[in-house]
């Protein structure tokens, strides 16, 4: 019996409040889990807005049990013609399957993503492109098995970029090598070291929005059935309702 952690850590561009990007994990409905992450074009509440309306497309259409194939195709061709053409976004689902057994990565993207598991690092760059922009556009997509052991890491474009405008190279394969070294741990973990690398590349005020998406598959510790999600996100009130009097 295995454990799936799937851990998610992102930070907006200096400056900015909130984030252009936006990641939303769902239990599908034959069972598993997929997580989608998207960049609209841009930054800020445009950006925001474009990647949320997106990201709750392909949500839908995963719940009602398409496969992500198709919804990645459906979301393209929805920004396309809702754009013109003129309007760019990179997507990424990351689908664990219980009923298969294996785990899929379809993805719409210039970044890689890596695989790692006891044989080492594995990097997937086939070529990728966003969608929106060109009719034919089709999603990458790769599968592999189930086995313990094995960690997924997507992320988008920011993350790779960090630290080129200083002339530093995040050298995430460096990173990932080390943090092998030292022994993986949660999926958690492994997602808050590689972004604090990006931050540091970056002198901690990154020039583009940046996020980390993990899933680990673990061998199970105890023989609990209880499943657990934690989300911590900071901000801060935009307003402050004084308590009425009353007299």
Not at 65 to 84: Q, S
Request: proline share 5%.
């Amino acid at each position: 019996m295995y454990n799936l952690e799937i851990a998610v850590a992102k930070v907006p561009h200096a400056g900015a409040v909130e984030s252009g990007e936006t990641v939303e994990v769902i239990e599908r409905p034959a069972g598993g889990f997929s997580v989608v992450l998207v960049n609209g074009q841009g930054s800020g509440r445009g950006a925001k807005s474009l990647s949320n309306l997106l990201v709750t497309r392909a949500i839908a259409q995963l719940k009602d049990g398409a496969r992500d194939g198709v919804v990645a195709r459906a979301v393209h061709d929805y920004l396309y013609t809702y754009r013109a053409g003129q309007v760019a976004a990179s997507l990424n689902i990351a689908s664990v399957d219980f009923r298969s057994g294996t785990i899929r990565v379809t993805r719409n993207n210039p970044a890689p993503f890596y695989i790692i598991d006891p044989a080492g690092i594995h990097r997937h760059d086939e070529p990728s492109r966003p969608i929106g922009l060109h009719a034919a556009t089709r999603p990458q997509i790769s599968e592999l098995e189930i086995r313990p052991d094995l960690y997924v890491v997507i992320f988008t474009e920011g993350l790779r970029e960090a630290g080129a405008r200083f002339g530093n190279d995040v050298a995430l394969e460096n990173v990932l090598a080390g943090c092998c070294d030292l022994g993986l741990d949660s999926a958690r973990d492994l997602a808050d070291r590689l972004l604090q690398r990006a931050l540091d590349a970056e002198r901690g005020a990154p020039e583009h929005d940046l996020s980390v998406v993990v899933l680990a598959v673990r061998s199970r510790q105890d023989d609990g059935a209880v499943r657990r999600l934690m989300v911590q996100v900071p901000f801060e009130p935009r307003s402050v309702i004084e308590p009425r009097s009353t007299v």
